[in-house]
């Protein structure tokens, strides 16, 4: 969604992330906008990082038979992570989902 489809909609996301910043004591400088979708946001941090640890290599050059990559998380991750996964050629199975007690910890 843009300001051009729905100018009320991007000023109150606007507005909100300048409270978010204001209220974390965040240099006003710093500007943010919600996703209205949580595949995109996780799909753009994922291929992110996934450029950053190969040089940009596979965007340049696609995958190879040696490239293995793993993404950890809570066992509670959002469905956007698996959907993510399977998108940035990275595979669901390589996400390991790590367990958590009842206060979201991990004792090991």
Same mark, same amino acid.
């Given at each position: ?8 909609? !991007? #000023? ?12 974390? /004591? ?9 996703? !209205?979708?949580?595949?995109?946001? !996780?799909?753009?941090?994922?291929? !992110? ?7 940009? #290599?596979?965007? #340049?050059?696609? +995958?190879?038979?040696? #490239?293995? +990559? ?18 940035? /050629? ?19």
């Amino acid at each position: 969604m843009s300001w051009l489809t729905s100018p009320a909609a !991007t #000023e109150l996301e606007e507005r909100v992330c300048d409270w978010i910043r204001d209220a974390k /004591g965040i240099n006003s400088s710093w500007k943010a906008a919600s996703t !209205t979708r949580q595949v995109p946001a !996780t799909l753009s941090a994922l291929l !992110t990082a996934r450029e950053k640890a190969t040089n940009y #290599e596979i965007y #340049e050059n696609g +995958f190879s038979k040696r #490239e293995v +990559f793993r993404v950890y998380s809570s066992a509670h991750v959002h469905s956007s992570i698996d959907k993510a996964l399977k998108i940035a /050629g990275i595979g669901a199975a390589n996400l390991v989902r790590i367990a958590v007690d009842k206060k979201l910890c991990n004792d090991s």
